[in-house]
T-cell receptor, first 116, second 115 residues
Framework: AQSVTQLGSHVSVSEGALVLLRCNYS??????LFWYVQYPNQGLQLLLK??????LVKGINGFEAEFKKSETSFHLTKPSAHMSDAAEYFC??????????????FGKGTHLIIQP | DAGVTQSPTHLIKTRGQHVTLRCSPI?????VSWYQQVLGQGPQFIFQ???????GRGNFPDRFSARQFPNYSSELNVNALLLGDSALYLC??????????????FGPGTRLTVL
């Protein structure tokens, strides 16, 4: 079974500042990890995906995340926040190549607020 | 290319009624998954279908059912609606039937309100 914990339901940063959204996971098999973004009244858009290759994953819109097995973490970062980054961000885990057909397990989400 | 499409976008039902939600996957994708997103929470997995067969099921009651058609589109059915079924229902498609490894692409969702 897998689980995801996102620390901080709301994160507020100033425009131009570093964005750091935290995600810790639990998985009984080597996981695949994902970050999705959701804008108001829309579906989910994939930002990036970790699939057991490089531990530093680069995604769209300048976001990246680093897989740290020892810390069971997959935090999302962006060097300089833009007003358009304001949205809800979800971290998700799946069973990876370990099999299972239980879909993605999502965290509760972090609402990112960008201050002008 | 068109992304995942869902219909209707919004729906209002009363308790005890039945509802059918529809999803068309990205062209060439053979797998469809359904998720329920209650306000303020992350999506929860309901079903996954691949090649018209159920491959996975989340922790939802039997009131929830789904099917996949030969053109890979899918329907989610919910019977005997409860107030707690009010949520955004998301459909996701992927190219193969391995939800553990495939990237899932989400549609815009259907907002269901149960009164």
């Amino acid at each position: 079974a897998q689980s995801v914990t996102q620390l901080g339901s709301h994160v507020s940063v100033s425009e131009g500042a570093l964005v750091l959204l935290r995600c810790n996971y639990s998985s009984s098999v080597p996981p695949y990890l994902f970050w999705y973004v959701q804008y108001p009244n829309q579906g989910l858009q994939l930002l990036l995906k970790y699939t057991s290759a490089a531990t530093l994953v680069k995604g769209i819109n300048g976001f990246e995340a680093e897989f740290k097995k020892s810390e069971t973490s997959f935090h999302l970062t962006k060097p300089s926040a833009h007003m358009s980054d304001a949205a809800e961000y979800f971290c998700a885990v799946s069973a990876g190549s370990g099999g299972g057909a239980d879909g993605l397990t999502f965290g509760k989400g972090t609402h990112l607020i960008i201050q002008p | 290319d068109a992304g995942v499409t869902q219909s209707p976008t919004h729906l209002i039902k009363t308790r005890g009624q039945h509802v059918t939600l529809r999803c068309s996957p990205i062209s060439g994708h053979k797998s469809v998954s359904w998720y329920q997103q209650v306000l303020g929470q992350g999506p929860q997995f309901i079903f996954q279908y691949y090649e018209k067969e159920e491959r996975g099921r989340g922790n939802f009651p039997d009131r929830f059912s789904a099917r996949q058609f030969p053109n890979y589109s899918s329907e989610l059915n919910v019977n005997a609606l409860l107030l707690g079924d009010s949520a955004l229902y998301l459909c996701a498609s992927s190219s193969q039937g391995a939800p553990g490894t495939d990237t899932q692409y989400f549609g815009p969702g259907t907002r269901l309100t149960v009164l």
